[in-house]
C-alpha cells in the first residue's frame, strides 16, 4: 500500500472488530522488533505453551530465531506478517517482544490483507508502530496489550490481571465497561537466564491518580509514546483529535519524557483531546512517578480534558489490554475509565 492510499482512521469512520477468539483457533507468533527466541529460548517455549494451555492452536513465525538488533531485515520481517495476515486460518497475531526498528516494516506490509480479513493483532512497546499503522491503514481495531515474553511467559503464568484482561477482551464480544487498578503490582526484575525460576514478589497497588478532573469521550488511541512520536509527520501517524489518548514510556528521564510531550503537543497531538491516560514509569520508583505526574499536570493544567495518570498499561506489571479504535470515557467525578464498545464480534 503506497503512502497515497493511507487513510486518517479518526476520519474513516467506525473501524472493523475482528473475530472474537476462541479454543481452537490458530494464532501466530511474529518477531516484527527486537529478537525473541534468542533472547531467553525456555521463556519463549513457556509463552507459548501459556498460549496453548488457554486453547489456542499456536504457529510459530520463521522469524522467531533471528538474531542482530532487528529479528530479520525490515523485509524478511514484513514477510513473516504478511504470511499471517493473507491466511485465511489464521485468527490472531502475538507478537514476540518489543525492540526498537517494527517502524521499518511498515511500508511493506499489506494493509489491504487485514482491511479484508480483520483479525487479532496484540502487542505493546515498539509494536505501538505496527498497531497504530494497522489502524490507520486498515481502519481495523487494534489490540495495546501483553507480548510473548515479558507477560504470557510470567513464571508460572501470566499475571491474573494480566491475563483476565487479555482475555476478557479478546474472546468476549461484550464492551469491557468499567476499568479497575489491579491490587497489586511489581517492578521487580529477574533475569530471564537465570537458573533462579520463581514468581515475582507482588506489593499493594497504589490506584490510579486524577491530575486534571472533567469528563471526556472518544475513540482510544495511543501506545508507547516514544514510537508514537516516531511516526507523527508519516503516513502512519493516526488521529488524535477527540481521542481518548492513552501513552506510556519506558524512558529513564523526566526529560526524555518531556521532550516527546513537546513534540507531540507541538504536532498538534494534543488539540482538541477528549482525555488522556498516562500509564505508570517503568521500574524508576516512587520519586519518578511523582514528578512524571507533576509534569504532566502542569502541562495539561486549564486545557478542558482530564487525564488519568499511573495507570497499568504497557511497561508494567500486571497490565490492561486497551482496544484501539473502540470509545472509552473517562469522568473524574466518578473516577470512571470506562471501555464503552466491544472489540471483538
Do not use: K
Not at 96 to 101: E, H, L, P, V
Not at 124 to 150: E, I, K, Q, R
Not at 196 to 224: I, K
Amino acid at each position: 500500500m503506497t503512502s497515497e492510499n493511507h487513510r486518517c482512521a479518526g476520519c474513516a469512520g467506525v473501524p472493523a472488530l475482528p473475530p472474537r477468539l476462541a479454543p481452537g483457533d490458530t494464532l501466530v507468533v511474529c518477531t516484527p522488533s527486537g529478537p525473541g527466541a534468542p533472547i531467553a529460548a525456555e521463556r519463549f517455549a513457556r509463552g507459548v505453551r501459556w498460549l496453548e494451555r488457554a486453547g489456542f492452536d499456536v504457529r510459530v513465525g520463521g522469524q522467531a530465531h533471528a538474531t542482530g538488533y532487528a529479528a530479520g531485515s525490515a523485509r524478511e520481517r514484513a514477510e513473516e506478517l504478511n504470511t499471517a495476515l493473507r491466511d485465511p486460518d489464521v485468527r490472531g497475531i502475538v507478537t514476540a517482544i518489543g525492540g526498537y526498528n517494527a517502524n521499518g516494516v511498515l511500508p511493506y506490509l499489506d494493509f489491504a490483507a487485514l482491511a479484508d480479513r480483520p483479525r487479532v493483532l496484540l502487542g505493546y512497546s515498539d509494536v505501538t508502530a505496527l498497531l497504530l499503522a494497522a489502524y490507520v491503514c486498515s481502519n481495523v481495531v487494534t489490540f495495546h496489550g501483553p507480548t510473548l515474553m515479558p507477560e504470557l511467559a510470567e513464571y508460572p503464568a501470566p499475571l491474573p490481571y494480566t491475563e483476565a484482561s487479555l482475555l476478557g477482551t479478546l474472546c468476549r464480544p461484550d464492551p469491557p465497561g468499567g476499568l479497575t487498578a489491579p491490587p497489586d503490582w511489581t517492578e521487580e526484575s529477574l533475569r530471564w537466564d537465570s537458573e533462579d525460576v520463581r514468581p515475582r514478589r507482588m506489593r499493594e497497588h497504589p490506584g490510579w491518580r486524577w491530575l486534571t478532573g472533567g469528563t471526556g469521550t472518544g475513540r482510544l488511541v495511543g501506545g508507547n509514546l516514544d514510537t508514537l512520536c516516531a511516526l507523527l509527520g508519516t503516513p502512519y501517524a493516526p488521529c488524535l483529535r477527540g481521542a481518548v489518548l492513552f501513552w506510556e514510556s519506558c524512558a529513564e528521564s523526566i526529560a526524555v519524557i518531556d521532550r516527546g510531550l513537546c513534540q507531540l503537543d507541538a504536532a498538534g497531538g494534543t488539540t482538541g483531546l477528549a482525555g488522556m491516560v498516562v500509564g505508570r514509569s517503568f521500574r524508576r520508583g516512587e520519586e519518578f512517578e511523582r514528578d512524571l505526574r507533576a509534569l504532566v499536570a502542569e502541562r495539561y493544567a486549564g486545557r478542558g480534558f482530564p487525564v488519568l495518570a499511573g495507570v497499568d498499561i504497557g511497561h508494567t506489571d500486571p497490565m490492561l489490554t486497551l482496544p484501539i479504535g473502540v470509545r472509552a470515557r473517562l469522568d473524574s467525578g466518578s473516577s470512571a475509565f470506562e471501555v464503552m464498545d466491544r472489540a471483538v464480534r
